[in-house]
Protein backbone atom coordinates (compact mmCIF):
# COMPACT_ATOMS: atom_id res chain seq x y z
CA UNK A 1 0.00 0.00 0.00
CA UNK A 2 1.45 3.51 -0.62
CA UNK A 3 0.84 5.94 1.80
CA UNK A 4 -0.23 9.50 1.71
CA UNK A 5 1.95 12.04 1.59
CA UNK A 6 0.16 14.09 4.51
CA UNK A 7 -0.37 10.29 6.20
CA UNK A 8 2.71 9.90 5.98
CA UNK A 9 4.28 12.73 7.61
CA UNK A 10 1.71 12.33 10.35
CA UNK A 11 3.06 8.60 11.49
CA UNK A 12 6.59 9.64 11.28
CA UNK A 13 5.85 12.93 13.38
CA UNK A 14 4.17 10.60 15.62
CA UNK A 15 7.24 8.15 16.23
CA UNK A 16 9.53 10.88 16.47
CA UNK A 17 8.32 13.09 19.44
CA UNK A 18 7.10 10.00 20.97
CA UNK A 19 10.58 8.21 21.53
CA UNK A 20 11.94 11.40 22.34
CA UNK A 21 9.80 11.68 25.40
CA UNK A 22 9.85 7.92 25.96
CA UNK A 23 12.98 6.63 26.53
CA UNK A 24 11.80 11.62 19.42
CA UNK A 25 15.14 11.00 15.52
CA UNK A 26 17.45 11.87 13.12
CA UNK A 27 23.29 15.66 10.80
CA UNK A 28 23.50 18.45 8.85
CA UNK A 29 23.12 17.49 5.13
CA UNK A 30 27.01 16.62 3.93
CA UNK A 31 28.05 14.33 0.83
CA UNK A 32 30.35 12.90 2.08
CA UNK A 33 30.93 8.37 2.12
CA UNK A 34 28.59 6.58 4.66
CA UNK A 35 30.77 5.35 7.23
CA UNK A 36 30.28 2.40 9.98
CA UNK A 37 28.77 3.66 13.27
CA UNK A 38 26.43 6.59 13.96
CA UNK A 39 27.19 9.92 12.46
CA UNK A 40 29.33 12.30 14.00
CA UNK A 41 30.04 15.83 13.64
CA UNK A 42 32.93 18.43 15.67
CA UNK A 43 32.92 21.91 16.89
CA UNK A 44 36.05 23.63 17.50
CA UNK A 45 37.54 26.79 18.75
CA UNK A 46 41.01 28.02 20.15
CA UNK A 47 40.30 25.97 23.53
CA UNK A 48 37.20 23.92 23.19
CA UNK A 49 36.23 20.98 21.08
CA UNK A 50 32.18 19.35 20.98
CA UNK A 51 31.92 15.92 19.22
CA UNK A 52 28.00 15.61 18.30
CA UNK A 53 26.33 12.46 17.66
CA UNK A 54 22.29 11.90 16.88
CA UNK A 55 20.69 8.91 18.79
CA UNK A 56 17.63 6.68 18.55
CA UNK A 57 15.99 6.53 21.42
CA UNK A 58 14.53 3.21 20.90
CA UNK A 59 16.01 0.26 19.21
CA UNK A 60 15.63 -3.78 18.62
CA UNK A 61 19.22 -5.20 20.03
CA UNK A 62 20.23 -6.47 17.15
CA UNK A 63 21.34 -3.31 15.58
CA UNK A 64 24.64 -2.31 15.60
CA UNK A 65 26.04 1.12 15.60
CA UNK A 66 28.54 1.59 17.67
CA UNK A 67 32.42 2.81 16.77
CA UNK A 68 35.71 2.86 17.88
CA UNK A 69 35.52 6.69 16.84
CA UNK A 70 32.30 7.28 19.07
CA UNK A 71 34.31 5.65 21.97
CA UNK A 72 37.51 7.65 21.55
CA UNK A 73 35.47 10.68 21.71
CA UNK A 74 33.62 9.51 24.55
CA UNK A 75 37.03 9.10 26.44
CA UNK A 76 38.20 12.43 25.12
CA UNK A 77 35.32 14.55 26.48
CA UNK A 78 34.99 15.68 30.08
CA UNK A 79 30.64 15.76 29.91
CA UNK A 80 28.21 14.01 28.19
CA UNK A 81 24.84 16.41 27.18
CA UNK A 82 21.90 14.56 26.21
CA UNK A 83 18.29 15.93 25.86
CA UNK A 84 17.55 15.71 29.26
CA UNK A 85 20.09 14.37 32.14
CA UNK A 86 19.80 10.55 32.66
CA UNK A 87 21.68 7.85 33.93
CA UNK A 88 22.02 4.44 32.38
CA UNK A 89 19.76 3.51 34.78
CA UNK A 90 16.64 3.10 33.31
CA UNK A 91 14.19 2.20 35.96
CA UNK A 92 15.43 5.00 37.96
CA UNK A 93 15.08 7.09 35.13
CA UNK A 94 12.15 6.58 34.28
CA UNK A 95 10.68 6.21 38.23
CA UNK A 96 12.60 10.08 38.87
CA UNK A 97 10.38 11.21 35.82
CA UNK A 98 7.10 9.92 36.33
CA UNK A 99 5.96 12.61 38.41
CA UNK A 100 6.49 15.64 35.82
CA UNK A 101 5.15 13.46 33.41
CA UNK A 102 1.94 12.99 34.95
CA UNK A 103 1.47 16.81 36.58
CA UNK A 104 0.78 17.41 32.90
CA UNK A 105 -1.08 13.98 31.78
CA UNK A 106 -3.53 13.34 34.30
CA UNK A 107 -7.00 14.76 33.34
CA UNK A 108 -10.31 14.86 35.22
CA UNK A 109 -12.27 14.38 32.33
CA UNK A 110 -11.73 10.59 30.95
CA UNK A 111 -11.33 9.66 27.66
CA UNK A 112 -14.35 7.77 27.36
CA UNK A 113 -16.58 11.32 27.91
CA UNK A 114 -14.49 12.69 24.98
CA UNK A 115 -14.66 9.89 22.36
CA UNK A 116 -17.35 8.10 20.10
CA UNK A 117 -18.08 5.16 21.69
CA UNK A 118 -16.87 3.58 18.01
CA UNK A 119 -13.29 5.47 18.48
CA UNK A 120 -13.15 3.99 21.92
CA UNK A 121 -13.50 0.32 20.59
CA UNK A 122 -11.09 1.13 18.47
CA UNK A 123 -8.48 2.41 21.03
CA UNK A 124 -9.36 -1.05 23.21
CA UNK A 125 -8.58 -3.17 19.77
CA UNK A 126 -5.10 -0.84 19.17
CA UNK A 127 -4.22 -2.06 23.10
CA UNK A 128 -4.99 -5.48 22.26
CA UNK A 129 -3.40 -5.44 18.82
CA UNK A 130 -0.02 -4.19 20.49
CA UNK A 131 -0.06 -6.76 22.89
CA UNK A 132 -0.61 -4.39 25.83
CA UNK A 133 -2.45 -5.81 29.07
CA UNK A 134 -6.14 -5.03 28.94
CA UNK A 135 -5.53 -2.75 32.03
CA UNK A 136 -3.83 -0.58 29.89
CA UNK A 137 -7.07 1.24 28.82
CA UNK A 138 -8.11 2.04 32.38
CA UNK A 139 -4.76 3.53 32.92
CA UNK A 140 -5.24 5.46 29.69
CA UNK A 141 -8.54 6.75 30.42
CA UNK A 142 -7.22 8.59 33.32
CA UNK A 143 -5.22 10.68 30.99
CA UNK A 144 -5.07 13.55 28.46
CA UNK A 145 -5.46 12.56 24.98
CA UNK A 146 -1.97 13.53 23.88
CA UNK A 147 -0.47 10.95 26.81
CA UNK A 148 -2.72 8.12 24.74
CA UNK A 149 -1.72 9.52 21.38
CA UNK A 150 2.05 9.14 22.27
CA UNK A 151 1.18 5.53 23.62
CA UNK A 152 -0.22 4.50 20.68
CA UNK A 153 2.68 5.89 18.35
CA UNK A 154 5.17 4.03 20.41
CA UNK A 155 3.16 0.47 20.92
CA UNK A 156 3.54 -0.68 17.14
CA UNK A 157 7.32 -0.03 17.79
CA UNK A 158 7.79 -1.71 21.36
CA UNK A 159 5.64 -4.70 19.42
CA UNK A 160 8.38 -4.54 17.33
CA UNK A 161 11.44 -5.37 19.33
CA UNK A 162 11.88 -1.30 19.50
CA UNK A 163 13.78 -1.41 23.25
CA UNK A 164 14.19 1.74 25.15
CA UNK A 165 17.30 0.05 27.15
CA UNK A 166 18.71 -0.45 23.90
CA UNK A 167 18.20 3.20 23.33
CA UNK A 168 21.19 4.84 22.24
CA UNK A 169 20.90 7.29 24.64
CA UNK A 170 20.83 5.16 27.44
CA UNK A 171 24.18 3.35 26.01
CA UNK A 172 26.33 6.09 25.76
CA UNK A 173 25.13 7.71 29.03
CA UNK A 174 26.91 4.10 30.56
CA UNK A 175 29.94 4.89 28.28
CA UNK A 176 30.31 8.03 30.08
CA UNK A 177 29.70 6.94 33.59
CA UNK A 178 32.05 4.54 33.38
CA UNK A 179 34.67 6.99 31.97
CA UNK A 180 33.74 9.47 34.92
CA UNK A 181 32.20 11.77 32.78
CA UNK A 182 29.11 14.14 34.13
CA UNK A 183 25.88 13.58 32.85
CA UNK A 184 23.73 16.89 31.93
CA UNK A 185 20.94 17.69 29.77
CA UNK A 186 19.77 20.50 27.54
CA UNK A 187 16.19 20.27 29.09
CA UNK A 188 14.26 18.72 32.01
CA UNK A 189 11.67 16.13 31.87
CA UNK A 190 9.22 18.61 32.55
CA UNK A 191 9.89 20.66 29.71
CA UNK A 192 9.96 18.22 26.84
CA UNK A 193 6.53 16.79 28.85
CA UNK A 194 5.01 20.49 28.84
CA UNK A 195 5.95 20.59 24.83
CA UNK A 196 3.84 17.45 24.14
CA UNK A 197 1.30 18.46 26.09
CA UNK A 198 0.76 22.22 25.07
CA UNK A 199 -2.33 21.66 23.03
CA UNK A 200 -6.20 22.48 24.47
CA UNK A 201 -7.92 19.69 24.53
CA UNK A 202 -9.50 19.79 21.28
CA UNK A 203 -5.91 19.57 19.56
CA UNK A 204 -5.12 16.92 21.36
CA UNK A 205 -7.93 14.86 20.41
CA UNK A 206 -7.74 15.92 16.94
CA UNK A 207 -3.96 14.40 17.34
CA UNK A 208 -5.39 11.33 19.22
CA UNK A 209 -8.13 10.51 16.28
CA UNK A 210 -5.61 10.92 13.61
CA UNK A 211 -3.57 8.42 15.23
CA UNK A 212 -6.75 6.13 15.44
CA UNK A 213 -7.65 6.64 11.85
CA UNK A 214 -4.11 4.63 11.01
CA UNK A 215 -5.18 1.29 9.19
CA UNK A 216 -3.06 -1.76 9.89
CA UNK A 217 -1.35 -1.45 6.75
CA UNK A 218 -0.31 2.07 7.19
CA UNK A 219 1.47 0.99 10.93
CA UNK A 220 3.30 -1.74 9.04
CA UNK A 221 4.82 0.32 6.26
CA UNK A 222 5.73 2.95 8.61
CA UNK A 223 7.53 0.14 10.95
CA UNK A 224 9.02 -1.20 7.79
CA UNK A 225 10.19 2.45 6.64
CA UNK A 226 11.71 2.92 10.21
CA UNK A 227 13.28 -0.64 10.51
CA UNK A 228 15.13 0.82 7.44
CA UNK A 229 16.17 4.33 8.66
CA UNK A 230 17.31 2.79 11.98
CA UNK A 231 20.01 0.45 10.11
CA UNK A 232 20.52 3.09 8.16
CA UNK A 233 20.96 5.86 10.64
CA UNK A 234 23.47 3.53 12.48
CA UNK A 235 26.12 3.07 9.56
CA UNK A 236 26.06 6.75 9.50
CA UNK A 237 24.11 7.03 6.16
CA UNK A 238 22.17 10.04 6.87
CA UNK A 239 20.19 10.39 3.85
CA UNK A 240 17.00 8.70 4.27
CA UNK A 241 16.84 10.20 7.94
CA UNK A 242 17.06 14.22 5.85
CA UNK A 243 14.57 13.32 3.54
CA UNK A 244 12.11 11.79 5.91
CA UNK A 245 12.07 15.24 7.91
CA UNK A 246 11.85 17.28 4.92
CA UNK A 247 8.81 15.67 3.97
CA UNK A 248 7.59 16.50 7.40
CA UNK A 249 8.60 20.11 7.88
CA UNK A 250 6.32 21.55 4.80
CA UNK A 251 2.87 21.15 6.83
CA UNK A 252 2.25 23.28 9.57
CA UNK A 253 -0.67 20.59 11.06
CA UNK A 254 -0.37 20.01 14.85
CA UNK A 255 1.20 17.14 15.97
CA UNK A 256 1.51 15.59 19.65
CA UNK A 257 -1.21 17.61 22.12
CA UNK A 258 -1.63 20.44 19.40
CA UNK A 259 2.49 20.88 19.00
CA UNK A 260 3.85 21.81 16.16
CA UNK A 261 6.97 21.03 14.24
CA UNK A 262 8.62 24.58 14.91
CA UNK A 263 7.50 23.37 18.88
CA UNK A 264 8.96 19.80 18.60
CA UNK A 265 12.22 20.56 16.73
CA UNK A 266 13.11 24.42 15.47
CA UNK A 267 12.69 25.95 19.06
CA UNK A 268 14.41 23.56 20.80
CA UNK A 269 17.09 23.15 18.23
CA UNK A 270 17.47 27.11 18.60
CA UNK A 271 17.43 26.87 22.42
CA UNK A 272 20.03 23.70 22.38
CA UNK A 273 22.05 26.27 19.98
CA UNK A 274 22.42 29.21 22.26
CA UNK A 275 23.80 26.43 24.83
CA UNK A 276 26.09 25.06 22.79
CA UNK A 277 27.41 29.20 21.73
CA UNK A 278 28.00 29.24 25.47
CA UNK A 279 30.02 26.34 26.38
CA UNK A 280 32.26 27.35 23.73
CA UNK A 281 32.60 30.44 25.74
CA UNK A 282 34.36 28.39 27.85
CA UNK A 283 37.06 25.75 27.62
CA UNK A 284 37.46 21.65 27.90
CA UNK A 285 36.08 19.04 25.46
CA UNK A 286 32.39 17.87 25.81
CA UNK A 287 30.40 15.14 23.86
CA UNK A 288 26.90 15.65 22.86
CA UNK A 289 23.85 13.58 22.29
CA UNK A 290 20.70 14.26 21.19
CA UNK A 291 17.84 12.41 19.09
CA UNK A 292 18.93 12.55 15.37
CA UNK A 293 15.70 14.35 14.00
CA UNK A 294 17.34 17.73 15.66
CA UNK A 295 20.35 17.29 13.17
CA UNK A 296 18.88 16.95 9.85
CA UNK A 297 17.22 19.45 7.68
CA UNK A 298 16.79 23.20 7.34
CA UNK A 299 16.47 23.82 10.94
CA UNK A 300 18.80 21.28 12.38
CA UNK A 301 21.06 22.00 15.35
CA UNK A 302 23.92 22.60 12.80
CA UNK A 303 21.99 25.51 11.26
CA UNK A 304 20.82 27.21 14.19
CA UNK A 305 24.78 27.07 15.00
CA UNK A 306 25.59 28.51 11.73
CA UNK A 307 23.36 31.52 11.83
CA UNK A 308 25.64 32.58 15.28
CA UNK A 309 28.47 31.99 12.82
CA UNK A 310 29.69 28.79 14.25
CA UNK A 311 30.42 25.96 12.19
CA UNK A 312 30.32 22.06 12.41
CA UNK A 313 31.86 19.61 10.48
CA UNK A 314 30.99 15.33 10.10
CA UNK A 315 33.60 14.09 11.88
Known sequence: MILSKKTSRRFRS??????????????????????????????????????????????????????????????????????????SDIQKFAADSMPAMMKHAMSTTPLSKLLTAEEIATLKARIAEFGLPPETFTMMNMM???????????????????????????????LAEDDGDKSKGFETVEEQTKILASGTIEEQLAALRRTLAMTKEEIDAMKAEMDTLAVKWATGDIAGAE??????????????????????????????????????KGSGTHFIAVGGGHLVGPDSVQERLKLRGIETERY
Open 243 to 280: AMFADMSDTDEAQFGGATMDDLLLNRNENWAGQIEMML
Open 144 to 174: KPWFATVMLSISPLSSSGYDPTQGIDIKIAK
Open 14 to 87: AIASATALAASVFGAASAQAQEQGLPMWIIKDADSTIYMTGTIHMLPAEIQWDSEKLRNAIRAADELWLEIPMS
